[in-house]
């Protein structure tokens, strides 16, 4: 069982950046990035492979938005620059115990971290 805790989250003012990281307590494989705003479902944002070589984002973040991943260190980041109100949620971590390749959906991850809050102010 791989632990996932999310660090970063906070308060910022529109068009300002965050940073989130993720660190897993094993190794992990395909990783990836959602979110969930109150009253909402939760919703991919980014995904990377397992060598990091291949990424997809949501369209909604594309170009505002990197993942990155540390193997060394078992880590997972998120930078996000341009923030938007509609950036405000719950951003949580997800890691796949073998798949190596670009995971999008919610049910095909096996671990998830405990989340981590991201609110901007408009």
């Known amino acids: 069982q791989v632990q996932l805790v999310e660090s970063g989250g906070g308060l910022v003012q529109a068009g300002g950046s965050l940073r989130l990281s993720c660190a897993a307590s094993?190794?992990?494989?395909?990783m990836g990035w959602f979110r969930q705003a109150p009253g909402k479902e939760r919703e991919f944002v980014a995904a990377?492979?397992?060598?990091?070589?291949?990424?997809d984002y949501a369209d909604s973040v594309k170009g505002r938005f990197t993942i990155s991943r540390d193997n060394s260190k078992n880590t997972l980041s998120l930078q996000m620059n341009s923030l938007k109100a509609d950036d405000t949620a719950l951003y949580y971590c997800?890691?796949?115990?073998?798949?190596?390749?670009?995971?999008?959906?919610?049910?095909?991850?096996?671990?998830w971290g405990q989340g981590t809050k991201v609110t901007v102010s408009s």
């Open positions: 094993g190794r992990t494989f395909a």
């Open positions: 997800a890691a796949h115990r073998i798949a190596a390749e670009i995971l999008v959906r919610v049910s095909e991850y096996d671990y």
């Open positions: 990377i492979s397992w060598s990091g070589s291949s990424t």
